[in-house]
Nanobody, 122 residues
């Protein structure tokens, strides 16, 4: 069982930065790949970054590539999402999630946090 708690969301102006954190409970955190997702009102949940259990491999969709960076600290059971050059279209609730495998569909992630709101004003 893994419990995930996100933090770091808030209101920021376009062009600004935020750093989201996800704290995980459980001794098996280092065996899970982690992902950050977002969901805007009326839209489907989409992935914005994922990282392998070791931290070696990462993936970003084109919409955030070059602006977002995912990282993890297995010693501290945390995963972070550094978001730079934020745009109003980045406004959404952001979730972290854990999966036994690196590249799986969104609905196959095993554990989810409760989400943190990110609002980017124009």
């Amino acid at each position: 069982q893994v419990q995930l708690v996100e933090s770091g969301g808030g209101l920021v102006q376009a062009g600004g930065s935020l750093r989201l954190s996800c704290a995980a409970s459980g001794r098996t955190f280092s065996s899970y790949a982690m992902g950050w997702f977002r969901q805007a009102p009326g839209k489907e949940r989409e992935i914005v970054a994922r990282i392998s259990s070791s931290g070696v491999n990462t993936y970003y969709p084109d919409s955030v590539k070059g602006r977002f960076t995912i990282s993890r600290d297995n010693a501290k059971n945390t995963v972070h999402l550094q978001m730079n050059s934020l745009k109003p279209e980045d406004t959404a609730v952001y979730y972290c999630a854990a999966s036994r495998l690196f590249a799986v569909p969104t609905n196959e992630y095993d554990y989810w946090g409760q989400g943190t709101q990110v609002t980017v004003s124009s």
